[in-house]
């Protein structure tokens, strides 16, 4: 089969791989749905819905009926697989045009849906599910590709579609997706037989073909037609967006000033939930926010549906001077802190002129993008997904702004419409049906000596709570491969020398672009040194004191800067150890370095309480499986202070204390998540996590 060459969209069609699943419709379709979905230009995360039509053997009467096997609600096209498809008798969905009551009673017609599935382990259906099965075509992309989503919000949008597909393909006007416009597409089919396909105003494309492929093909051959008519015309009569207003920063300052203001961003953004960052510098947000038109479009908001229910109606627009003196955060805040309150009032105005007797309350009325001209693009979300993803859809809104305004005028749904989708009921139920979020979602920890041993076990414990970690070490190899073992926009990682100021500076820089701020800090670098008074060099006991002491101290003083900047609090977990209130033989640099660990908590939890700052310590003791410390000479010099083995160290450890317990890193992970989930009015306090030990009991 010749494999077409295409410039705009990216043909992944594997005949191979198509080969190994002939005969299998279904199989074939969520393979096309998985390569459409891989290429974000035809459609973002979640947006979009495929189908296919099959003859199944209907289980009560054995006769030969079609079933539609369609997208499912809340899926996405990229990773779909058969769990997240509904399959439903096509005889019955269509036959439900014998009850439809029209426009006002639309809602009503999702809960009939249930009653045409075919396979009763299907996926709850879509709204879309009429528009796949009111058409006649065996095989049904509806996406939402960025050349294709300019034509339709473009002001001409009709005579355009005509101009560039001649009669090949329909046209239909923006409508709310549901049952009525699946009989829109019904209707225009009939008027224009012969037809590749439709193009929704404002809203998408619709294409088909008889078999996986030929769907494929055509729906890539239509975004092609139409990226390369808008692509012909960029620039041409008028420069792009209007051309540039302002001068972007070179990339290392734009990191930086992104850094810095990140935190006073999300602490804004958090006036009514606590939010998760994510920052991006893309070449298409510089050339839209830099540009003339951004103070005319931006208001505007997004047309798809897709795109303003992920990054509300309309961005915030930061007038702030790309290079700001940022080193005085309250003066900043002072500065934009009216912007996100005009914001907010915009929002509820438009709430309140919109809403309906059976609304919803209004929702958080913070922005999710805030666009910061010369510097780049932040978005705010309830995790880091959600914020990404967000991103993702307004540098897809910035692509149709840039190709309505190069073929003829953009122009945004009016905002009745855009509110009847962002509070349609149906909305906001599958909104009530999402997944309680766990006690540590919303909160960014970083964790120092996180490559191994308790500090990984620390990130794993946080990670698996919903918190979003950011793992740092001395060796990068060692927290790379520690990092990998997180999913994707859960972790992120930094080379981190906790002794030096620099260093620690930019571990948080990365938290920061990363995530937009910091909620807990743990600082568990360490390293163990057991020697007499005698063999203890001025090297050892620097190093100890370096590590132990003046890291956590650098980690406390970036951190809190971070947290003050955000204005919520957080807290911060030193790991010391037994030794820190114990004394024992060969032991002097290590215990006096614990115990300033130690002492230093209870003064930064003194100083810092009246923020909603609290400071902890866990103390650890005798964690040898799986701690790094234990390797080398640490074990051996406790092993010769024992006068044991090395090997018996473990069984010596556990005899000793009042559980008999060996006690494990994920022990201390656990003592750590005590403190920063549950015990949140504890400050100044130090969990022994060690089995029990008399001579290290606190009071």
Not at 110 to 132: E, G, K, M, Q
Not at 398 to 413: F, K
Not at 572 to 586: F, H, R, T, W
Not at 621 to 631: A, H, N, P, R, T
């Amino acid at each position: 089969m010749k494999v077409k060459t295409f410039e705009y969209v990216k043909y992944l069609w594997d005949d191979k791989k198509a080969a190994e699943l002939e005969g299998d419709e279904v199989a074939l379709f969520l393979y096309r749905s998985n390569m459409l979905g891989a290429d974000l230009r035809i459609t973002n995360y979640g947006g979009g819905n495929t189908s296919c039509k099959t003859i199944e053997k209907d289980p009560l009467t054995g006769e030969a009926v079609e079933v539609m096997w369609v997208k499912g609600s809340g899926g996405d096209i990229g990773t779909l697989t058969r769990k997240g498809i509904a399959g439903l008798y096509t005889g019955r969905l269509r036959s439900l045009k014998q009850v439809y009551r029209g426009l006002e009673h639309e809602d009503e017609m999702v809960a009939l849906f249930n009653h045409c599935l075919y396979d009763l382990d299907s996926r709850a259906p879509s709204i879309d599910t009429p528009l796949h099965g009111l058409l006649p075509f065996k095989h049904i992309d509806h996406l939402h590709p960025d050349a294709l989503i300019a034509i339709a919000a473009a002001k001409d949008s009709r005579e355009i579609t005509r101009e560039i597909w001649g009669d090949s393909m329909g046209w239909v006007p923006w409508q709310r997706p549901g049952f009525d416009l699946g009989l829109q597409l019904e209707r225009c089919l009939e008027e224009n037989p012969g037809i590749r396909g439709i193009v929704l105003g404002s809203h998408g494309l619709f294409t088909w073909g008889d078999t996986s492929y030929e769907c494929y093909l055509n729906s890539l051959e239509v975004i092609e037609q139409a990226s390369q008519y808008i692509e012909e015309r960029l620039g041409k009569e008028r420069p792009v967006f209007g051309g540039q207003k302002v001068e972007s920063l070179a990339p290392a300052d734009r990191l930086s000033q992104a850094a810095q203001i990140a935190p006073i961003l999300r602490g804004l953004c958090s006036s009514y939930n606590k939010m998760v960052g994510h920052f991006t510098d893309d070449s298409r947000v510089l050339e839209f926010i830099n540009s003339k038109d951004l103070a005319r479009l931006a208001p505007l908001g997004t047309s798809c549906p897709d795109h303003f229910l992920r990054t509300k109606i309309k961005p915030l627009v930061l007038n702030l001077p790309a290079n700001a003196d940022l080193s005085a955060h309250k003066a900043v805040r002072a500065q934009i802190e009216p912007q996100f309150e005009q914001y907010r009032q915009d929002y509820t105005d438009y709430y309140e002129s919109c809403k309906h007797p059976d609304s919803p309350a209004m929702r958080d009325p913070n922005p999710v993008v805030i666009l910061y001209p010369g510097i780049g693009m932040f978005t705010f979300s309830k995790d880091k997904q959600t914020a990404r993803v967000a991103g993702e859809f307004y540098i897809n809104a910035i692509n149709v702004m840039r190709g309505a305004e190069a073929i003829s005028a953009y122009t945004a749904l009016p905002r009745q419409e855009a509110f009847n989708i962002e509070y349609w009921l149906l909305e906001e139920a599958k909104l009530q049906r999402q997944p309680p979020e766990k006690l540590l979602s919303r909160r960014v920890a970083i964790i120092t000596g996180a490559g191994g041993g308790i500090g990984k076990a620390i990130a794993d414990k946080l990670a698996a709570e919903g918190a979003n970690v950011v793992l740092t070490d001395i060796v990068e190899e060692r927290v790379k491969e520690a990092n990998n073992t997180f999913g994707r926009d859960v972790s992120a990682y930094a080379v981190c020398d906790v002794s030096s100021p620099d260093s620690v500076a930019k571990a948080y820089n990365k938290a920061c672009l990363e995530f937009g701020g910091i909620d807990i800090i743990v600082h568990s670098a360490g390293l163990a040194i057991s020697k007499s008074l005698e063999e203890t060099s001025l090297e050892d006991w620097n190093l100890l004191q370096d590590v132990l002491v003046k890291g956590q101290f650098l980690m406390a003083k970036n951190g809190v800067e971070v947290m003050r900047k955000q204005g919520f609090g957080g807290d911060i977990v030193n790991i010391a150890s037994k030794n820190g209130l114990v004394s024992g033989p060969n032991n002097v640099a290590y215990g006096a370095a614990k115990a300033a660990q130690q002492h230093m908590t209870r003064l930064l939890a003194a100083e810092l309480g009246k923020e909603k700052i609290r400071v902890n310590t866990v103390n650890p003791d005798g964690v040898i499986v799986g701690s790094k410390i234990w390797e080398g000479e640490w074990a051996e010099g406790r092993a010769k202070a024992y006068g044991i083995k090395v090997e018996d160290l473990p069984a010596h450890y556990a005899k000793r204390n009042l559980m008999n317990e060996i006690i494990l890193p994920e022990d201390i992970a656990k003592g750590v998540y005590a403190l920063v989930a549950i015990l949140n009015k504890s400050t100044g306090n130090i969990i022994n996590v060690d089995g029990g030990m008399e001579a290290a009991f606190v009071r």
